[in-house]
């Protein structure tokens, strides 16, 4: 059993206690302490010695009142109140790496009221080292509420994965199949390719496979199908259901997630000289999907990588759509 916590950040806001209602379920599913986790800039020489004792902070004091003698939290292996002092963008994704999972929603008191993923959601799901959920507002898209405006949750309960075909994604696979195994769900498998494809540096449509489009559709397909053999031995309790399609891959994923629990992807980071960003699928799944979801890095053997320069070489197997057109 894994004793890394789930930790949630808040700040007062009903976005973060939306996340802590999440992260609560989470953290009963994984049998995980719970650790909630409140960031901010202290001036004064009480502030500091509030961040430093967890008592003091008026977010968090309100949250223990809030929780106290709550069914909510009772089996948990412990809950924990965390203060802590310094920026927001930098701390939070840095607890990645003591949890096994980082949850927070998708905006906080900050910033513009028409953002549709506030900056703090941003920097976690880029930099984390671990797996980020961030927990959408309950206003996006056109998906069945119930009467207090939250998300209807789908019966029966489904995860959706979205992944490249084209390349092993071990991290965001086994963390979906694990999740759909902890739900009791089912799990729906998300890829889309594009056909042709756009081969840089020209930048043209080619056809960057030889022979047609059904033939590169079906060796896609196989190698789909191994890359989720292992997973699917290892969790047979999980009925899944695969999907792939010449279409737009975050398209994809918005619309399932309006039948989903949970969307997990790949982060997919490009490696460039300006910094760490998202995949553009993982990036537009934060901003429009309107279940909760799930950004899983690379595991830290392949992370460690160097990256490829210039063409792959070509063996019996496809290379893969282009990353703005993967399950990824």
């Not at 949750?153 to 994965?161: G, H, I, K, N």
């Not at 047609?212 to 053999?229: F, I, V």
């Not at 063409?311 to 993967?326: I, V």
Request: net charge negative.
């Amino acid at each position: 059993m894994d004793t890394l916590p789930v930790i949630v950040a808040v700040d007062g806001s009903p976005d973060s206690e939306r996340a802590l209602r999440w992260a609560i379920e989470a953290a009963r599913l994984r049998s995980a302490p719970l650790q909630i986790v409140h960031v901010w800039p202290y001036v004064t020489t009480e502030g500091r010695a509030a961040a430093e004792s967890g008592i003091g902070d008026p977010v968090l004091d309100e949250l223990r009142k809030k929780l106290d003698g709550q069914a909510g939290t009772a089996g948990l292996p412990g809950v924990e109140f965390r203060s802590l002092s310094g920026l927001t963008d930098t701390l939070l994704p840095a607890l990645g790496a003591e949890a096994q999972l980082l949850v927070l929603g998708s905006r906080g008191r900050g910033g513009f009221a028409s953002l549709l993923l506030g900056s703090n959601g941003m920097a976690c799901a880029a930099h984390s080292e671990g797996p980020v959920v961030v927990v959408p507002r309950p206003d996006r898209g056109d998906a069945e509420r119930g009467p207090d405006g939250e998300l209807v949750r789908p019966t029966p309960s489904q995860v959706t994965l979205g992944v490249d075909a084209s390349s092993d994604e071990p991290g965001a696979i086994g963390f979906a199949f694990a999740e759909a195994s902890r739900r009791d769900a089912r799990l729906l498998v998300v890829s889309g390719f594009s056909w042709p494809m756009m081969t840089p540096p020209s930048f043209e449509y080619i056809a960057a496979y030889d022979g047609t489009q059904q033939e590169y559709e079906n060796a896609l397909a196989e190698q789909l199908t191994r890359t989720l053999a292992p997973h699917r031995e290892r969790h047979p309790e999980v009925p899944v259901t695969v999907e792939l399609r010449n279409a737009d891959a975050a398209g994809q994923l918005v619309e399932a997630s309006k039948a989903s629990d949970l969307v997990v992807v790949a982060r997919h980071r490009r490696r460039l000289p300006i910094g760490r960003r998202l995949g553009s699928v993982a990036h537009a799944v934060l901003l429009h999907a309107v279940c909760p979801i799930a950004v899983v890095p690379e595991e830290p053997e392949r992370a460690g990588e160097p990256e490829q320069v210039g063409e792959p070489e070509r063996t019996g197997e496809p290379d893969g759509a282009a990353e703005d057109q993967s399950g990824q």
